[in-house]
């Protein structure tokens, strides 16, 4: 098998105050392949977020280790191998949209695209945005500015591209078809994707494995390959295979309690 695109092995996170610690993530053990998706589903406060941050390199595990794209996190953040999604798009409002692209060329000291790379102009095309390029963030829809943000982390190529509920401040109808969208980006790009959610059909709809974490502390609850076809439209969802992978990821979640 090749190197795995993420491969965590034994992560346990604790943070430590003066009041409590709180083990965000004990022993967690999971692999990525590459140019794979992979969702991490689980309960508020189970560590999803956290585990995110360890592989972004920001943060460090307390025990075991994550390698990332066959190196340390580290390495890989700075070899500019990695897009982040946040849930808020965090745009900047005095920017158009692809100022906002192109914002991460002008942060940390690089100027130009790797050859080859995708332009600005490209990358918001390639997420439904060609025509949007010269308008401010208070023009476009929360949906829109949310493409915006998966366009300025897909600058310079990505490998691993972290997402953490990107989806999450949407309406049921945006996020559908953002879901969808988020299938052809990922094809279209070849990225591995690592994609954080709490809605158990968004996390069967997008991706090729699930990850179900428990909370208190977060530990791997299961660890399921979906055998859905690769060309996916969202009536997926109605098919008897669909539910059934649904509702088996949904016992693992009522059962970590
Ligand atoms: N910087 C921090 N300092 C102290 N505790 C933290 C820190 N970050 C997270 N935690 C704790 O770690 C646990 C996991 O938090 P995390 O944000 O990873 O959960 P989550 O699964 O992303 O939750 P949600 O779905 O609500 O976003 C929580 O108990 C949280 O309080
Ligand atoms: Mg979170």
């Given at each position: 098998?090749?190197t795995?695109a ?9 943070f430590?105050?003066?009041?409590r ?12 392949e590459p ?7 689980g309960?508020?406060g189970?560590?999803?977020?956290t585990l ?5 390199d920001l ?6 280790r994550?390698?990332?794209?066959g190196s ?5 953040r ?9 849930q808020d798009a965090?745009?900047?409002p ?5 100022e ?5 060329l002008?942060v940390?000291?690089?100027?130009s695209?790797?050859a080859?790379a ?7 095309a ?5 025509g949007?390029?010269?308008s ?7 949906g829109?500015?949310?493409?915006v943000?998966?366009?300025?982390a897909l600058?310079g190529g990505?490998?691993?591209?972290l997402?953490?509920e990107?989806?999450g401040a949407?309406?049921?109808l945006?996020?559908?078809r953002?879901?969808?969208e ?5 094809a ?11 809605s158990?059909?968004e996390?069967v709809?997008?991706a090729?494995q699930v ?9 791997v609850?299961?660890?399921e390959?979906?055998a ?10 109605d098919?008897?295979?669909f539910v059934?992978i649904?509702s088996?990821?949904r ?6 309690h």
């Open positions: 098998m090749s795995p993420v491969d965590c092995r034994g992560v346990s996170v604790r430590i105050n003066e009041r610690t709180v083990t965000a993530l004990e022993d967690v053990s999971f692999q990525v140019g794979g998706f992979t969702s991490l589903l309960p508020s189970c560590g999803k977020s995110l941050r360890v592989v972004a943060i460090a595990p307390s025990e075991g994550m390698s990332v794209l340390t996190p580290e390495e890989a700075k070899a500019r191998a990695l897009g982040f999604v946040f965090a745009l900047l005095w920017r158009t949209a692809l906002n692209v192109e914002l991460p002008e940390g000291g690089r100027r695209l790797p080859g995708a332009t600005p102009r490209e990358l918001l390639l997420v439904g945005l060609e949007w390029e010269g401010y963030p208070h023009e476009l829809s929360g829109m500015r949310q493409r943000s998966i366009a300025r600058l990505p490998r691993l591209l997402m953490d990107p989806f949407l309406d049921e945006t996020r559908d953002l879901n969808a988020l299938r052809r980006i990922w279209a790009t070849g990225a591995t994707i690592l994609f954080v959610t709490h158990v059909y996390a709809f997008l090729e990850l179900v974490l428990s909370a208190n502390p977060g530990r609850a299961a660890l390959t979906i859905l076809p690769k060309d996916r439209s969202l009536a997926i969802r098919t008897a295979e059934g649904a088996r990821l016992g693992h979640l009522g059962s970590v």
